[in-house]
């Protein structure tokens, strides 16, 4: 049974960090791709980064780039996404997903999501 569990958020100032962990199980860790997504109230769901197990390779939403970095550990199956320079804009629910590639936004299981808050 494949499985996401996020972990990491909370509320947080303008201007500070967050780091956000998703655990997945259940499938060969590094022949998937892990992305990051946010969901703001009344806004749909968006791709905030992504890393390709096989060989790390990130990708980044502009609206984070430069300020949000992602890695992996893969003896943990686990994928990290730091958070910095964090504004009220990226105030959302964080959900990471398993897809088969960082070139699609196609994801094939979920996690639960974890509250990022962000205050002016």
């Known amino acids: 049974e494949v499985q996401l569990v996020e972990s990491g958020g909370g509320l947080v100032q303008a201007g500070g960090s967050l780091r956000l962990s998703c655990a997945a199980s259940?499938?060969?860790?590094?022949?998937?791709?892990i992305h990051w997504f946010r969901q703001a109230p009344g806004k749909e769901r968006e791709g905030v980064s992504c890393?390709?197990?096989?060989?790390?390779?990130?990708y980044n939403a502009d609206s984070v780039k430069g300020r949000f970095t992602m890695s992996s550990d893969n003896a943990k199956n686990t994928v990290y996404l730091q958070m910095n320079s964090l504004k009220p804009e990226d105030t959302a629910v964080y959900y990471c997903?398993?897809?088969?590639?960082?070139?699609?936004?196609?994801?094939?299981?979920w996690g639960q999501g974890t509250q990022v808050t962000v205050s002016s």
């Open positions: 997903g398993v897809g088969s590639s960082c070139l699609d936004s196609i994801v094939g299981y």
């Open positions: 890393i390709s197990s096989s060989d790390g390779s990130t």
């Open positions: 259940g499938f060969t860790f590094d022949d998937y791709a």
